[in-house]
């Protein structure tokens, strides 16, 4: 089989998003907010539409200023609710991202007609489209696929974010009140984390849709955990397993002439079953083996 | 007015299909809802929702056609199946149960996306409506969806009747549950199914993204008005009714809007409304008390003032000058002077001269407050061990909370002692 | 050096305005091991939880070598309990060693060789240097503690507060780690460790501290390990106290009448 320019383009987008999320994914894992992601994923619905309505433009860096500023209500209003109004943590999570997109739904409704983003859009995303909405300068020169530049650009922004503050965000995954003990302000790395999840959503809204962004943050890194106990090869490995599930699910895609995004979940799904049966460390048959010897 | 009696009338069948159908709905999952939330499994909800798609899909391609029987059956099974791979992923592997529902919900949502692209270019020409299922279709309920929703509601209701208790027993302690022979595993397999039941059949009305706050939201504001699990499951029930109720008359009003999100706002909203204004825990009560809390320290804080400056001079009922009461303690002016026509007002003190003097209720008052404080002080002197120059900022505070019972039972411990660990002598009431 | 190590004056901590700790006063000394001993609830791991700043005073304040916390922090270490982390998580013996020079090496600074060799040094004092780069998820309770206790010691502070270091570990490992500590106090380090065991208490401490919400006594073993102290520990709660406590709850009550103006 022949690659395609668009082939290697859709390719190249998606393993980078693939990367950005593997990159949040784990964190989100260890800290046991992966439903957090989720809502987050959905959330940030209702900031994109306010962003439209007031700058009128479909332009990045509005939508993603919006989509960002919601992540981080989202963040807070879960938190507000467990705190002040003493709600149990599960049901903070579902009331807040259901009300946030009931009201993104809304206002995209009374927007109908008026901007091409609609509740599809949200919920699978288009890959395919990449290599069609090329970025022309002024001077009429052809740069490339627009997404291509963007989720490049938010790969290494996130992957120069997290190499600056591993320490702090390892420390306070791992052990939240030691952290405090020596004076690392979790507060601040629990939203920095949460602001950088609502950005890499947004980016990733269009092109894989809200659901299955969720299927990239968190299958490639819960895969990974059930093959190293290594923080470092855990975030390698997921990075290259969304790698091949991005790779897989296009060609899975192309070949049944189905959804792209739905195809790159479906593979994730299948790696993670391959782990979690025959991880060699943690994988259901070896492990029953071993007790099996034991006894 | 006249639009809402005419959707009152419902004179129009596709309005009564409409209203009656997302009443239907919301009620009865508010019921399996209340059990997810007691449960603190709210978001299976949401996983649930996300893995009826896959089943849709395959029910279709097995009948080749829109069958509702099959469809229901496939989105059953997938839903079903969703909750127990999640249960054994987190019991055979180190994954926790937060990754494993995002995990389970993703990818079935993902495959059942797939399934979905795949029969619509198939080009088979019954499919077109499947994706209903994605965003749901209240305004389109029908005649028959609504006996659907009808024999549903109707079962879920019957089924939380009959298993109540043990639904409660289970969610409080399970192990118990256990412990007292019931077929713990069964009754859970009866429990999951229904939920499965109300999420396949809600999902048709809201979509996948918003059923989980079918069944969370009204649970939740729920909680607010009730202790009891009856009470629970009779408000979420009224909620959920009302927010089907209303978001159908959203839509009615404005063709436009869609009825599912506004179910989902009008269900939230009661959900925020219930946090604020509750009165056993909203914050506005919370905060009121609060207020009230703080109107009776000053108010006894500038009472026992009299009383101190009594101490001091030997007379009880002479007229005090503001300056005299500054002079004892800290005050701001305009809140000295407004407090003093409250304490006016409410019969504790009353003008003399250019003062102000304490009524022979004031000085009841003003003398307890002493006397607690004094007794606390010993307490703490006495009881707790803490050396006599550490107690009195624990005692001005204490001063103001004790009962009547926990004034005489701590009267009672230190056996009506007469002075306090700093000599000051401790004012009884003279009978 | 500094003759009291940690000063703390009367600290109440509450928990949805409930008190935990009542007005908790007491000096400790420098270059000694001292227990913190009493009931399940009792108020013990809060009471070092307040002191390293973890959970919010309600009143009071604590010194430490007579200086505000964030001034000495390099100077205290804090070793939390056990069971407080998730041991299956991706990190090496190595890696939670090494967090322990965080607080000197800062957030963002390179650590250098001779953090590596101070954390090296941590391991082999704890006899855990061959399992320095195995995976905390494959290693035993006794092992784990050890582990925590080398990263507490790569801080290199004068003050260590240990959260049940004790629990749940092989008797091993208990002695190597009691013997350890002395060794610290013997250097001039205080230590002063959460325990739960009575029996051992008098024989493994210099000083105790006796908690049930409010502090019992405080002082050296002889003079405070007696019958009568441990009677007003174990002898359950003040009931007026309690009784005052739980009706803070109720009524949302702050400990200090200052704190109502706040809300």
Same mark, same amino acid.
């Given at each position: 089989m022949q690659l395609t320019y668009e082939d290697i383009t859709i390719l190249a987008t998606g393993s980078l998003i693939a990367w950005s999320c593997a990159l949040l994914g784990s964190f989100l894992m260890l800290r046991r907010m992966a439903l957090a992601g989720d809502a987050i994923a959905h959330a940030v619905l209702p900031g994109i539409v306010i962003a439209f309505l007031l700058s009128g433009t479909r332009?990045?860096?509005?939508?993603?200023?919006?989509?960002?500023?919601?992540?981080?209500?989202?963040?807070?209003?879960?938190?507000?609710?467990?705190?002040?109004?003493?709600?149990?943590?599960?049901?903070?999570?579902?009331?807040?991202?259901?009300?946030?997109?009931?009201?993104?739904?809304?206002?995209?409704?009374?927007?109908?007609?008026?901007?091409?983003?609609?509740?599809?859009?949200?919920?699978?995303?288009?890959?395919?489209?990449?290599?069609?909405?090329?970025?022309?300068?002024?001077?009429?020169?052809?740069?490339?696929?627009?997404?291509?530049?963007?989720?490049?650009?938010?790969?290494?922004?996130?992957?120069?974010?997290?190499?600056?503050?591993?320490?702090?965000?390892?420390?306070?995954?791992?052990?939240?009140?030691?952290?405090?003990?020596?004076?690392?302000?979790?507060?601040?790395?629990?939203?920095?984390?949460?602001?950088?999840?609502?950005?890499?959503?947004?980016?990733?809204?269009?092109?894989?849709?809200?659901?299955?962004?969720?299927?990239?943050?968190?299958?490639?890194?819960?895969?990974?955990?059930?093959?190293?106990?290594?923080?470092?090869?855990?975030?390698?490995?997921?990075?290259?397993?969304?790698?091949?599930?991005?790779?897989?699910?296009?060609?899975?895609?192309?070949?049944?002439?189905?959804?792209?995004?739905?195809?790159?979940?479906?593979?994730?799904?299948?790696?993670?079953?391959?782990?979690?049966?025959?991880?060699?460390?943690?994988?259901?048959?070896?492990?029953?083996?071993?007790?099996?010897?034991?006894? | 007015m006249n639009t809402l009696f005419e959707f009152l009338s419902l004179s129009d069948p596709n309005v009564r299909y409409v209203t009656l159908g997302a009443m239907l709905l919301m009620g009865s999952s508010s019921l399996m809802g209340t059990f997810t939330l007691l449960n603190k499994k709210s978001l299976i909800g949401d996983a649930i929702a996300h893995a009826v798609l896959p089943g849709v899909c395959l029910g279709f391609i097995f009948s080749g056609s829109k069958d509702p029987l099959w469809i229901l059956a496939g989105a059953f099974f997938t839903g079903a199946f969703s909750v127990y791979l999640i249960d054994f992923i987190v019991q055979h592997s180190r994954i926790k149960e937060d990754t494993a529902i995002a995990l389970v919900l993703s990818v079935f949502f993902g495959a059942g996306i797939v399934l979905l692209t795949f029969i619509q270019k198939s080009g088979n020409a019954a499919q077109s409506g499947l994706d209903q299922f994605l965003f749901g279709r209240a305004a389109a309920i029908n005649r028959n969806d609504l006996?659907?929703?009808?024999?549903?509601?109707?079962?879920?209701? *019957?089924?939380?009747? $009959?298993?109540?208790? @043990?639904? &409660?027993?289970?969610?409080?302690?399970?192990?118990?549950?256990?412990?007292?022979?019931?077929?713990?595993?069964?009754?859970?397999?009866?429990?999951? *199914?229904?939920?499965? $039941?109300?999420?396949? @059949?809600? &999902?048709?009305?809201?979509?996948?993204?918003l059923m989980a706050a079918v069944l969370i939201t009204p649970a939740a504001a729920a909680r607010y008005w009730s202790n009891s699990v009856k009470g629970i499951l009779l408000i979420a029930t009224m909620v959920g009714l009302f927010s089907g109720f209303a978001g159908a008359f959203v839509s009615y009003v404005a063709p436009a809007m869609p009825t599912g999100p506004w179910i989902v706002v009008v269900a939230s909203v009661m959900a925020f409304a219930s946090m604020i204004f509750s009165p056993q825990s909203g914050m506005l009560s919370r905060y009121l008390h609060q207020r009230r809390l703080r109107h009776t320290v000053a108010d006894e804080n500038l009472l026992k003032v009299f009383y101190q400056l009594a101490e001091t001079d030997k007379t009880f009922f002479d007229g005090r000058t503001l300056a005299q009461l500054t002079g004892r303690r800290k005050f701001q002016i305009v809140s000295l002077k407004r407090r003093l026509s409250r304490l006016q007002r409410q019969g504790y003190l009353e003008k003399s001269g250019d003062g102000w003097k304490l009524t022979d209720a004031g000085l009841i008052r003003a003398q307890r407050i002493v006397k607690i404080h004094r007794l606390w002080e010993l307490y703490l002197t006495t009881y707790m061990k803490i050396a006599p120059d550490h107690v009195h900022e624990d005692a001005d505070t204490i001063e103001h909370l004790l009962t009547p019972e926990l004034e005489q039972e701590l009267e009672r411990q230190l056996g009506y002692p007469d002075t306090d660990p700093h000599q000051a002598e401790i004012p009884y009431r003279k009978n | 050096m500094e003759t009291t190590a940690l000063e703390i004056h009367d600290l109440t901590v509450a928990f949805s305005r409930k008190p935990v700790l009542w007005n908790v006063d007491a000096k400790l000394p420098a270059g000694k091991l001292i227990g913190i001993i009493g009931p399940n609830g009792a108020g013990k791991s809060t009471l070092i939880k307040a002191i390293m700043g973890i959970v919010p005073l309600s009143s009071g304040y604590v010194k430490i070598f007579?200086?505000?916390?964030?001034?000495?922090?390099?100077?205290?270490?804090?070793?939390?309990?056990?069971?407080?982390?998730?041991?299956?998580?991706?990190?090496?013996?190595?890696?939670?060693?090494?967090?322990?020079?965080?607080?000197?090496?800062?957030?963002?600074?390179?650590?250098?060789?001779?953090?590596?060799?101070?954390?090296?040094?941590?391991?082999?004092?704890?006899?855990?240097?061959?399992?320095?780069?195995?995976?905390?998820?494959?290693?035993?309770?006794?092992?784990?503690?050890?582990?925590?206790?080398?990263?507490?010691?790569?801080?290199?502070?004068?003050?260590?507060?240990?959260?049940?270091?004790?629990?749940?570990?092989?008797?091993?490992?208990?002695?190597?780690?009691?013997?350890?500590?002395?060794?610290?106090?013997?250097?001039?380090?205080?230590?002063?460790?959460?325990?739960?065991?009575?029996?051992?208490?008098?024989?493994?401490?210099?000083?105790?501290?006796?908690?049930?919400?409010?502090?019992?006594?405080?002082?050296?073993?002889?003079?405070v390990f007696t019958p009568e102290n441990l009677q007003d520990t174990y002898g359950g709660k003040l009931t007026l106290l309690t009784d005052v406590a739980n009706l803070m709850r109720k009524e949302n009550y702050p400990v200090r009448e200052a704190q109502l103006q706040k809300e």
């Open positions: 332009s990045s860096p509005v939508m993603i200023a919006g989509a960002a500023t919601l992540g981080l209500i989202t963040t807070f209003a879960i938190e507000t609710l467990q705190k002040k109004a003493r709600l149990q943590a599960d049901a903070s999570i579902g009331l807040t991202f259901t009300f946030l997109f009931a009201v993104g739904v809304i206002l995209l409704s009374m927007l109908a007609g008026k901007v091409d983003l609609d509740q599809d859009c949200v919920l699978y995303g288009e890959l395919s489209y990449v290599p069609l909405d090329v970025w022309i300068t002024s001077t009429g020169t052809v740069l490339g696929p627009r997404a291509l530049f963007i989720t490049a650009t938010l790969f290494i922004v996130l992957l120069t974010i997290i190499t600056i503050t591993w320490r702090p965000l390892l420390i306070t995954t791992f052990d939240p009140v030691y952290a405090t003990s020596i004076g690392v302000n979790s507060v601040f790395y629990h939203y920095l984390l949460m602001g950088c999840v609502s950005v890499t959503t947004v980016v990733s809204f269009e092109l894989v849709g809200a659901i299955l962004v969720v299927a990239l943050l968190i299958a490639p890194a819960a895969t990974a955990y059930l093959l190293t106990d290594s923080f470092r090869n855990l975030i390698i490995l997921a990075c290259g397993l969304g790698l091949v599930a991005v790779a897989g699910g296009y060609f899975l895609a192309t070949a049944v002439d189905a959804s792209v995004a739905g195809s790159i979940a479906t593979v994730n799904g299948l790696l993670f079953m391959a782990a979690f049966l025959f991880s060699p460390r943690y994988g259901l048959l070896f492990r029953k083996k071993r007790t099996a010897i034991i006894h | 006996m659907v929703f009808g024999i549903t509601a109707v079962v879920i209701a *019957s089924a939380t009747l $009959l298993f109540k208790r @043990i639904f &409660i027993l289970m969610a409080f302690d399970r192990d118990y549950a256990r412990s007292l022979g019931f077929p713990v595993k069964f009754i859970q397999f009866i429990q999951t *199914s229904l939920i499965v $039941l109300a999420v396949v @059949i809600g &999902i048709q009305a809201v979509g996948v993204v | 007579g200086q505000e916390l964030n001034a000495v922090r390099r100077r205290v270490s804090y070793v939390p309990q056990r069971e407080s982390v998730d041991w299956d998580f991706p990190v090496s013996v190595m890696d939670v060693t090494l967090m322990g020079r965080y607080a000197h090496v800062g957030m963002f600074k390179k650590l250098r060789k001779a953090d590596y060799d101070i954390a090296y040094d941590a391991l082999r004092k704890m006899g855990m240097e061959a399992f320095a780069n195995r995976q905390i998820a494959q290693l035993s309770g006794g092992q784990q503690q050890r582990t925590f206790l080398a990263r507490a010691l790569a801080q290199q502070a004068d003050l260590y507060l240990m959260d049940e270091p004790f629990a749940g570990v092989d008797a091993a490992t208990e002695k190597a780690v009691i013997t350890l500590l002395r060794e610290m106090t013997e250097q001039g380090k205080t230590v002063i460790v959460v325990h739960h065991n009575l029996q051992s208490a008098a024989q493994y401490f210099d000083c105790l501290l006796l908690l049930n919400t409010r502090l019992i006594a405080c002082g050296p073993v002889a003079d």
